[in-house]
Nanobody, 122 residues
Framework: QVQLVESGGGSVQAGGSLRLSCAASGSFYLMGWFRQAPGKEREGIAA????????SYADSVKGRFTISQDNAKNTLYLQMNSLKPEDTAMYYC??????????????????WGQGTQVTVSS
């Protein structure tokens, strides 16, 4: 059974940094990070394909967030720098065995973690 377990969320002041981790029960062609703020749709913010060869970012986080993975540990990371209050959301790890479709679209992914909360105060 596929399991994705996120960790590393918390509260931080604007301008600060956090690193999220996602421990996966196996390896996947495509993994991504999504976030969902209250009252808003879940949005894809970063994706990594084929063991880290290709990455993709939403404009809202480009230059501030970095997605990476440790293939030996089956762990996905999201380094978040220069955090802003608008980054406040529940952050989810997602994975797919094939990765066909838009890498930042929710319907591309078949497996999801439970989420970890990130709160950024001004």
């Amino acid at each position: 059974q596929v399991q994705l377990v996120e960790s590393g969320g918390g509260s931080v002041q604007a301008g600060g940094s956090l690193r999220l981790s996602c421990a996966a029960s196996g390896s996947f062609y495509l993994m991504g990070w999504f976030r969902q703020a209250p009252g808003k749709e879940r949005e894809g913010i970063a994706a990594i394909y084929r063991g880290g060869r290709i990455t993709s970012y939403a404009d809202s986080v480009k230059g501030r967030f970095t997605i990476s993975q440790d293939n030996a540990k089956n762990t996905l990371y999201l380094q978040m720098n220069s955090l802003k209050p608008e980054d406040t959301a529940m952050y989810y790890c997602a994975a797919d065995l094939v990765g066909a479709g838009s890498w930042l679209a929710t319907d591309t992914y078949n497996y999801w973690g439970q989420g970890t909360q990130v709160t950024v105060s001004s």
